[in-house]
Protein backbone atom coordinates (compact mmCIF):
# COMPACT_ATOMS: atom_id res chain seq x y z
CA UNK A 1 0.00 0.00 0.00
CA UNK A 2 1.74 3.01 -1.10
CA UNK A 3 2.37 5.98 1.50
CA UNK A 4 0.90 9.63 0.93
CA UNK A 5 2.89 12.40 2.68
CA UNK A 6 0.29 15.44 3.33
CA UNK A 7 3.20 17.86 3.21
CA UNK A 8 4.31 17.18 0.26
CA UNK A 9 0.85 17.02 -1.60
CA UNK A 10 0.39 20.55 -0.18
CA UNK A 11 3.69 22.23 -1.83
CA UNK A 12 3.16 20.20 -4.56
CA UNK A 13 -0.17 22.03 -5.22
CA UNK A 14 0.96 25.19 -3.63
CA UNK A 15 3.86 25.40 -6.15
CA UNK A 16 1.21 24.78 -8.85
CA UNK A 17 -1.44 27.58 -7.62
CA UNK A 18 1.38 29.64 -7.30
CA UNK A 19 2.55 29.64 -10.79
CA UNK A 20 -1.15 30.04 -12.22
CA UNK A 21 -1.98 33.01 -10.11
CA UNK A 22 1.82 34.76 -11.13
CA UNK A 23 1.06 33.78 -14.70
CA UNK A 24 -2.43 34.73 -14.05
CA UNK A 25 -1.26 38.32 -12.79
CA UNK A 26 0.84 38.97 -15.71
CA UNK A 27 -0.88 38.04 -18.90
CA UNK A 28 -3.52 40.09 -17.10
CA UNK A 29 -1.39 43.18 -16.38
CA UNK A 30 -2.69 43.43 -12.51
CA UNK A 31 -0.19 44.82 -9.78
CA UNK A 32 0.48 41.70 -7.82
CA UNK A 33 1.71 41.88 -4.09
CA UNK A 34 3.86 38.96 -3.36
CA UNK A 35 2.15 37.96 0.04
CA UNK A 36 -1.35 38.21 -1.51
CA UNK A 37 -0.35 35.79 -4.31
CA UNK A 38 0.92 33.34 -1.67
CA UNK A 39 -2.35 33.45 0.13
CA UNK A 40 -4.08 32.77 -2.80
CA UNK A 41 -2.26 30.08 -3.47
CA UNK A 42 -2.07 28.52 0.27
CA UNK A 43 -6.22 28.68 -0.15
CA UNK A 44 -5.73 26.10 -3.10
CA UNK A 45 -3.46 23.88 -1.44
CA UNK A 46 -5.11 23.55 1.52
CA UNK A 47 -8.48 23.00 -0.81
CA UNK A 48 -6.69 20.09 -2.65
CA UNK A 49 -5.94 18.12 1.08
CA UNK A 50 -9.96 17.64 1.00
CA UNK A 51 -8.71 14.30 -1.15
CA UNK A 52 -8.12 12.80 2.61
CA UNK A 53 -11.50 14.02 3.71
CA UNK A 54 -14.08 11.01 2.14
CA UNK A 55 -16.78 12.68 4.52
CA UNK A 56 -16.49 16.27 3.15
CA UNK A 57 -17.12 15.18 -0.64
CA UNK A 58 -19.87 18.08 -1.15
CA UNK A 59 -16.87 20.64 -1.01
CA UNK A 60 -15.11 18.80 -4.39
CA UNK A 61 -17.95 19.34 -6.98
CA UNK A 62 -17.94 21.40 -9.34
CA UNK A 63 -19.56 24.53 -7.21
CA UNK A 64 -17.46 23.68 -4.53
CA UNK A 65 -13.83 23.77 -7.10
CA UNK A 66 -15.73 27.41 -8.93
CA UNK A 67 -16.22 28.63 -5.13
CA UNK A 68 -12.42 28.24 -4.32
CA UNK A 69 -10.82 28.85 -7.42
CA UNK A 70 -13.21 32.34 -7.44
CA UNK A 71 -11.28 32.71 -3.69
CA UNK A 72 -8.27 32.00 -4.91
CA UNK A 73 -8.38 34.65 -7.27
CA UNK A 74 -9.85 37.26 -4.75
CA UNK A 75 -7.67 37.03 -2.49
CA UNK A 76 -4.16 37.09 -4.89
CA UNK A 77 -5.76 40.27 -7.00
CA UNK A 78 -8.22 41.87 -4.91
CA UNK A 79 -10.42 42.71 -7.59
CA UNK A 80 -12.76 46.23 -7.13
CA UNK A 81 -15.47 44.94 -9.14
CA UNK A 82 -17.78 41.64 -10.03
CA UNK A 83 -16.79 42.57 -13.99
CA UNK A 84 -12.78 42.16 -12.82
CA UNK A 85 -13.11 39.33 -10.92
CA UNK A 86 -15.05 37.57 -13.48
CA UNK A 87 -12.35 38.49 -15.53
CA UNK A 88 -9.38 37.07 -13.96
CA UNK A 89 -11.46 34.01 -13.25
CA UNK A 90 -11.05 33.55 -17.05
CA UNK A 91 -8.03 34.07 -17.50
CA UNK A 92 -7.19 32.38 -14.21
CA UNK A 93 -9.05 29.34 -16.05
CA UNK A 94 -7.24 29.58 -18.87
CA UNK A 95 -3.83 29.13 -17.23
CA UNK A 96 -4.69 26.48 -15.21
CA UNK A 97 -5.77 24.58 -18.44
CA UNK A 98 -2.54 25.11 -20.32
CA UNK A 99 -0.67 24.32 -17.19
CA UNK A 100 -2.36 20.87 -17.09
CA UNK A 101 -2.76 20.56 -20.44
CA UNK A 102 1.49 20.28 -20.57
CA UNK A 103 1.55 18.18 -17.46
CA UNK A 104 -0.68 15.69 -18.87
CA UNK A 105 1.38 15.37 -22.06
CA UNK A 106 4.67 15.44 -20.43
CA UNK A 107 3.51 12.86 -17.50
CA UNK A 108 1.67 10.43 -20.49
CA UNK A 109 4.69 11.06 -23.03
CA UNK A 110 6.61 8.06 -21.14
CA UNK A 111 5.34 4.62 -22.97
CA UNK A 112 3.20 2.43 -21.22
CA UNK A 113 1.56 4.92 -18.89
CA UNK A 114 -2.16 5.40 -18.23
CA UNK A 115 -4.45 7.20 -15.98
CA UNK A 116 -7.30 5.57 -14.08
CA UNK A 117 -9.17 6.89 -11.21
CA UNK A 118 -6.56 8.86 -9.72
CA UNK A 119 -3.56 6.09 -10.52
CA UNK A 120 -0.65 6.00 -12.88
CA UNK A 121 -0.81 2.73 -14.49
CA UNK A 122 2.96 1.83 -15.29
CA UNK A 123 3.22 -1.69 -17.08
CA UNK A 124 1.30 -3.95 -14.70
CA UNK A 125 2.41 -1.95 -11.49
CA UNK A 126 0.32 0.93 -9.66
CA UNK A 127 1.89 4.25 -8.67
CA UNK A 128 0.62 7.04 -6.64
CA UNK A 129 0.41 10.13 -9.10
CA UNK A 130 1.98 12.49 -7.31
CA UNK A 131 5.66 11.26 -7.47
CA UNK A 132 5.88 10.63 -11.59
CA UNK A 133 3.34 13.99 -11.66
CA UNK A 134 5.56 16.22 -9.44
CA UNK A 135 8.52 15.87 -12.13
CA UNK A 136 6.02 16.63 -15.13
CA UNK A 137 4.65 19.54 -13.02
CA UNK A 138 8.60 20.79 -13.02
CA UNK A 139 9.23 20.50 -16.90
CA UNK A 140 5.22 21.87 -17.59
CA UNK A 141 5.22 25.08 -15.48
CA UNK A 142 8.12 26.73 -17.13
CA UNK A 143 7.25 25.20 -20.47
CA UNK A 144 3.79 26.49 -20.38
CA UNK A 145 5.04 29.79 -18.81
CA UNK A 146 7.04 30.34 -22.23
CA UNK A 147 4.10 29.58 -24.52
CA UNK A 148 1.76 31.36 -22.92
CA UNK A 149 4.01 34.33 -23.04
CA UNK A 150 4.78 34.27 -26.61
CA UNK A 151 1.26 33.15 -27.62
CA UNK A 152 0.36 36.70 -26.18
CA UNK A 153 3.42 38.90 -27.29
CA UNK A 154 2.73 37.91 -30.65
CA UNK A 155 -1.08 38.45 -29.99
CA UNK A 156 -0.39 41.80 -28.57
CA UNK A 157 2.43 42.65 -31.74
CA UNK A 158 -0.71 41.94 -34.11
CA UNK A 159 -3.36 44.14 -32.69
CA UNK A 160 -0.70 46.69 -32.50
CA UNK A 161 0.43 46.14 -36.35
CA UNK A 162 -3.25 46.32 -36.94
CA UNK A 163 -3.67 50.13 -35.87
CA UNK A 164 -0.95 50.98 -38.13
CA UNK A 165 -1.83 48.90 -41.45
CA UNK A 166 -2.92 51.00 -44.40
CA UNK A 167 -3.39 50.87 -48.29
CA UNK A 168 -0.92 52.21 -50.07
CA UNK A 169 -0.82 53.64 -54.03
CA UNK A 170 2.39 54.19 -55.78
CA UNK A 171 2.33 55.80 -59.22
CA UNK A 172 5.98 56.43 -61.17
CA UNK A 173 5.15 57.45 -65.38
CA UNK A 174 1.35 56.28 -65.56
CA UNK A 175 1.93 53.05 -64.07
CA UNK A 176 0.42 52.16 -60.29
CA UNK A 177 0.97 49.33 -57.70
CA UNK A 178 -1.20 48.60 -54.76
CA UNK A 179 0.03 47.02 -51.74
CA UNK A 180 -0.26 46.86 -47.77
CA UNK A 181 1.86 48.95 -45.88
CA UNK A 182 2.98 49.15 -41.93
CA UNK A 183 3.24 52.66 -40.53
CA UNK A 184 6.81 52.49 -38.56
CA UNK A 185 7.62 54.62 -35.91
CA UNK A 186 10.83 54.02 -35.78
CA UNK A 187 11.75 54.06 -39.32
CA UNK A 188 14.29 56.79 -40.08
CA UNK A 189 16.05 56.17 -42.93
CA UNK A 190 16.65 59.26 -45.47
CA UNK A 191 18.29 59.24 -48.70
CA UNK A 192 21.28 61.17 -47.91
CA UNK A 193 22.08 63.38 -50.74
CA UNK A 194 18.35 64.83 -50.79
CA UNK A 195 17.00 63.76 -47.05
CA UNK A 196 13.69 62.84 -48.35
CA UNK A 197 12.23 60.33 -45.90
CA UNK A 198 12.49 56.73 -47.31
CA UNK A 199 9.55 54.03 -47.24
CA UNK A 200 11.40 50.34 -48.13
CA UNK A 201 8.73 48.43 -50.33
CA UNK A 202 9.31 44.87 -51.47
CA UNK A 203 10.67 44.15 -54.57
CA UNK A 204 8.09 42.49 -56.04
CA UNK A 205 5.81 45.19 -55.55
CA UNK A 206 8.03 47.64 -57.09
CA UNK A 207 8.92 45.40 -60.28
CA UNK A 208 6.16 46.89 -63.28
CA UNK A 209 7.51 50.31 -62.21
CA UNK A 210 10.96 49.22 -63.15
CA UNK A 211 12.42 48.25 -66.38
CA UNK A 212 12.35 44.40 -67.22
CA UNK A 213 16.04 44.50 -68.51
CA UNK A 214 17.13 46.06 -64.44
CA UNK A 215 15.68 43.27 -63.55
CA UNK A 216 17.53 40.58 -65.51
CA UNK A 217 20.54 42.39 -64.60
CA UNK A 218 19.98 42.00 -60.72
CA UNK A 219 19.01 38.48 -61.28
CA UNK A 220 22.51 38.03 -62.75
CA UNK A 221 24.44 40.77 -60.36
CA UNK A 222 25.45 40.02 -56.65
CA UNK A 223 24.09 43.98 -56.37
CA UNK A 224 22.31 46.89 -57.27
CA UNK A 225 25.35 48.89 -58.53
CA UNK A 226 26.55 46.18 -60.66
CA UNK A 227 23.20 46.00 -61.91
CA UNK A 228 23.17 49.01 -63.17
CA UNK A 229 26.60 49.33 -64.78
CA UNK A 230 25.05 46.23 -67.10
CA UNK A 231 22.00 47.69 -68.07
CA UNK A 232 21.29 48.13 -71.62
CA UNK A 233 22.36 51.85 -73.11
CA UNK A 234 18.44 52.15 -74.31
CA UNK A 235 17.90 52.29 -70.74
CA UNK A 236 20.48 54.51 -68.89
CA UNK A 237 17.99 57.01 -68.89
CA UNK A 238 17.16 55.46 -65.80
CA UNK A 239 19.67 56.13 -63.72
CA UNK A 240 18.93 60.20 -63.49
CA UNK A 241 15.50 58.45 -61.52
CA UNK A 242 17.08 56.13 -58.94
CA UNK A 243 19.65 56.71 -56.23
CA UNK A 244 21.55 54.30 -54.00
CA UNK A 245 20.30 54.39 -50.39
CA UNK A 246 22.31 52.49 -47.59
CA UNK A 247 20.29 50.83 -44.98
CA UNK A 248 21.04 48.26 -41.85
CA UNK A 249 19.13 45.42 -42.01
CA UNK A 250 17.40 43.31 -39.68
CA UNK A 251 20.53 41.22 -39.08
CA UNK A 252 22.44 44.36 -38.24
CA UNK A 253 24.22 43.57 -42.14
CA UNK A 254 25.34 47.17 -43.58
CA UNK A 255 23.45 46.36 -47.67
CA UNK A 256 22.75 49.20 -50.33
CA UNK A 257 19.97 49.05 -52.51
CA UNK A 258 18.24 51.57 -54.95
CA UNK A 259 16.11 54.35 -54.54
CA UNK A 260 13.03 55.52 -56.87
CA UNK A 261 11.44 59.29 -56.09
CA UNK A 262 7.53 58.20 -57.14
CA UNK A 263 5.31 60.79 -59.12
CA UNK A 264 2.91 60.69 -56.30
CA UNK A 265 1.65 58.46 -53.62
CA UNK A 266 -1.62 57.86 -51.89
CA UNK A 267 -2.77 56.84 -48.47
CA UNK A 268 -5.60 55.09 -46.97
CA UNK A 269 -5.55 55.84 -43.14
CA UNK A 270 -7.00 53.18 -40.98
CA UNK A 271 -9.28 55.58 -40.28
CA UNK A 272 -10.86 54.74 -43.62
CA UNK A 273 -9.53 58.59 -44.95
CA UNK A 274 -8.15 59.10 -48.29
CA UNK A 275 -4.36 60.86 -47.84
CA UNK A 276 -2.06 62.40 -49.98
CA UNK A 277 1.86 61.37 -48.87
CA UNK A 278 4.38 64.39 -49.46
CA UNK A 279 7.49 63.63 -51.79
CA UNK A 280 9.46 59.99 -50.62
CA UNK A 281 12.04 57.74 -51.86
CA UNK A 282 10.98 54.05 -52.15
CA UNK A 283 13.90 51.79 -51.55
CA UNK A 284 13.78 48.37 -52.73
CA UNK A 285 14.03 45.45 -50.06
CA UNK A 286 14.66 42.21 -51.94
CA UNK A 287 13.48 40.29 -48.93
CA UNK A 288 10.02 40.10 -47.71
CA UNK A 289 9.52 42.83 -44.67
CA UNK A 290 6.80 40.50 -43.33
CA UNK A 291 7.19 36.43 -42.32
CA UNK A 292 3.61 36.49 -42.40
CA UNK A 293 3.39 38.70 -45.57
CA UNK A 294 0.79 41.26 -43.23
CA UNK A 295 2.37 44.09 -45.28
CA UNK A 296 4.74 44.96 -48.38
CA UNK A 297 6.01 48.10 -47.42
CA UNK A 298 7.36 50.24 -44.27
CA UNK A 299 6.25 53.74 -44.61
CA UNK A 300 8.43 56.69 -43.04
CA UNK A 301 5.92 58.23 -40.63
CA UNK A 302 6.80 61.91 -42.21
CA UNK A 303 4.84 60.53 -45.77
CA UNK A 304 1.63 61.08 -44.18
CA UNK A 305 3.00 63.56 -41.05
CA UNK A 306 4.20 66.16 -43.46
CA UNK A 307 1.24 67.06 -45.61
CA UNK A 308 -1.85 67.07 -43.85
CA UNK A 309 -3.61 67.14 -47.28
CA UNK A 310 -6.56 64.71 -47.62
CA UNK A 311 -7.96 63.65 -50.75
CA UNK A 312 -11.86 63.28 -50.40
CA UNK A 313 -12.55 63.09 -54.30
CA UNK A 314 -9.84 60.35 -54.64
CA UNK A 315 -11.62 57.10 -54.43
CA UNK A 316 -9.47 54.27 -52.41
CA UNK A 317 -7.09 52.09 -53.97
CA UNK A 318 -8.96 48.42 -55.13
CA UNK A 319 -6.74 46.34 -54.17
CA UNK A 320 -6.53 41.94 -54.61
CA UNK A 321 -6.84 41.14 -51.10
CA UNK A 322 -4.99 38.11 -52.29
CA UNK A 323 -2.24 40.13 -53.81
CA UNK A 324 -1.70 42.49 -51.01
CA UNK A 325 -1.89 39.85 -48.43
CA UNK A 326 0.74 37.22 -50.45
CA UNK A 327 3.87 36.55 -48.48
CA UNK A 328 6.03 37.75 -51.32
CA UNK A 329 3.28 40.69 -52.08
CA UNK A 330 3.43 40.21 -55.64
CA UNK A 331 1.61 42.79 -57.73
CA UNK A 332 0.88 42.07 -61.59
CA UNK A 333 0.87 43.78 -63.78
CA UNK A 334 -2.51 43.16 -64.64
CA UNK A 335 -3.39 44.62 -60.79
CA UNK A 336 -2.12 48.68 -61.23
CA UNK A 337 -4.37 50.97 -63.06
CA UNK A 338 -2.61 53.39 -65.74
CA UNK A 339 -3.90 57.17 -65.72
CA UNK A 340 -1.68 58.59 -64.06
CA UNK A 341 -3.21 60.86 -60.90
CA UNK A 342 -6.18 63.38 -60.36
Known sequence: MPVVYVDVV?????????????TTGWIAKRRMK???????????????????????TTLTTWYGKAAVSLAMVAVAFTP????????????????????????????????????ANGTVIRGHRMAF???????????AVPLAVGVLRHSFRSIRTLRMQ??????????????????????????????????LPV????????????PEPLWEARRQSPDWMTAFSRLPPEHTGWVVR?????FRGAGGQQQVTIGLKPDGLRVRMPDGRMQVGRSCVLAVHDEPLSAEGRFQAILHTEVI?????????????????????????????????PGGWR
Open 162 to 195: AGHLCEVAFCVGGQEVHCTALIDTGNQLRDPLTR
Open 129 to 139: VTSAGTLSLMV
Open 305 to 337: TGDDRVDEDVDAPNVDPEAAHSAAGVVDSDSHS
Open 80 to 115: RTWWQLARDAVMFYFVAFVFAGAALALHFAVPGVTL
Open 199 to 210: CLVEAGVLRPLL
Open 10 to 22: WLVNFAMDFAILL
Open 242 to 246: VSLIP
Open 34 to 56: LRRVVMGAAVGASYALLVFAPHM
